[in-house]
């Protein structure tokens, strides 16, 4: 079942593919895939504390023939998301990462993730967030991320 939204802006193209399930808050997977081919699965954000930056993880996979980068992400969620990369014990913010063609970018424990910068009262374990990715061709990929506790669950 399609669970998430998704649409794309291309350039100078007004209308939006939009793809809306019914539903869509109480279903459970988190995977899907948008018009542009890009594909996005095992998204979720992992809460550690109501008071502190809660991080993003997900797996994007590019289908088409064109080098794709991600240039920012942002959700109402959030006061700022934000692209980050840790290395060893500390963070630091990426201007953008690179999602080759015919190939994938994982955001994971340890390496890149997204960094919900004082995040609303929404964003608890159990409940999902809506997250949306900004490509350098200014199409987005919009998604609900499950929140999770900090072991993942
Ligand atoms: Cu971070």
């Known amino acids: 079942m399609l669970w998430a939204r998704s649409f794309l802006r291309g ?7 939009l793809l809306f ?3 869509l808050a109480f279903a ?3 995977t899907f895939a948008d018009e542009a ?22 797996t994007l996979k590019n289908d088409t023939g064109m080098d794709r980068k991600i240039v920012s992400a ?9 692209l980050h990369l840790s290395k060893g014990d500390h963070m630091a ?3 953008s990462v690179d999602v080759p063609a015919h ?4 955001f994971a424990p340890g390496g890149y993730h997204l960094m919900c910068m004082k995040p609303g009262e929404q964003v608890k374990p159990g409940a999902t967030v809506q997250m949306t990715l900004t490509f350098d061709d200014g199409g987005t990929l919009t998604a609900g991320f499950p929140v999770r506790n900090a072991k993942g669950e």
């Open 93 to 95: 913010m990426v201007d």
């Open 28 to 30: 459970p997977g988190p």
């Open 74 to 82: 942002s959700s109402s969620a959030c006061g700022m998301l934000m």
């Open 37 to 58: 081919g890009m594909t996005l699965s095992g998204a979720w954000v992992r809460s550690v504390l109501p008071s502190r930056p809660a991080a993003g993880y997900f």
């Open 103 to 106: 190939g994938s970018v994982s």
């Open 11 to 17: 350039n100078g193209r007004a209308a939006s593919a």
């Open 21 to 23: 399930a019914a539903g």
